[in-house]
């Protein structure tokens, strides 16, 4: 009963603060997923979102998404190589923001586009080995552009790159990981997005409309092969 009227207290405050209501962000959140509501902070137990060394920073996370100072500092770096990387192509860059649950599209350095999205069943860590369903953070580029997938159409990351294999074998040496397992591959930002809960292996889910307007881009040539493409856990928004 409590987590009905929560749920409609939620609902009743995000369709005044957005045009649409975001149905997936008010169950992943009853769901224990980061909290997209104030009310839902307040009335949740404190075990389930108070963490002395990670609740207190000043972007409001969750503490799953382990704020560090030095972390925040990085991603904004890459966000502002990302940009740059525009400007200098006159062309297309996306930054996708997971704690935001936002892809964002930048054209010549300017933000033109923002997206609503869906991850995998782990959206607070880095991607650490194959089937852990974590998106992995890190700046990367479209490898492939698929008109037809499974998920309708995508763009393919060249996910793992050079920093993330690195990463892979300091993990096995150290034991962190098992030794079979693989480091994991074939991450895109595809379409199908339900709209409801995180539900992919790792990849960035949109709905088809969202990527049907981000492959406009495509035809336009101004997302294409080598576009810049950077993950970060947080960093786009002063506040989440």
């Not at 990302?82 to 192509?89: A, D, G, I």
């Not at 062309?91 to 991850?119: H, N, P, Q, W």
């Not at 881009?217 to 092969?225: L, W």
């Amino acid at each position: 009963m409590a987590a009905g009227v929560l749920a409609l207290v939620g609902f009743v405050r995000y369709s005044h603060s957005e045009k649409k209501p975001n149905i997936g962000r008010l169950v992943n959140d009853l769901l224990g997923r980061p909290p997209a509501f104030e009310l839902t902070r307040k009335l949740a137990k404190p075990s389930d979102y108070l963490h002395p060394k990670y609740d207190n920073n000043p972007l409001g996370l969750h503490y799953k998404y382990y704020f560090d100072p030095d972390d925040l500092r990085k991603f904004k770096g890459w966000i502002e190589e990302t940009t740059r990387l525009s400007v200098k192509s006159k062309s297309c860059a996306i930054v996708v923001d997971k704690a935001a649950y936002e892809v964002f599209l930048f054209k010549s350095g300017r933000l033109i586009k923002t997206i609503s999205m869906e991850l995998g069943a782990n959206p607070y860590d880095d991607k650490m080995m194959q089937g852990d369903r974590a998106t992995p953070e890190g700046r990367y580029s479209v490898k492939r552009i698929l008109w037809k997938s499974e998920f309708y159409r995508a763009l393919l990351i060249n996910y793992p790159n050079a920093h993330d294999k690195k990463a892979f074998q300091k993990r096995l040496r150290k034991k962190l990981i098992p030794p079979k397992q693989g480091i994991g591959s074939a991450i895109e930002i595809h379409g199908h997005g339900k709209g409801l809960m995180n539900w992919t292996w790792g990849c960035v889910a949109v709905n088809d409309e969202a990527i049907d307007e981000l492959f406009r881009f495509v035809r336009k040539k101004c997302i294409k092969k080598g576009t810049p493409v950077t993950i970060v856990r947080y960093g786009m928004k002063l506040r989440y």
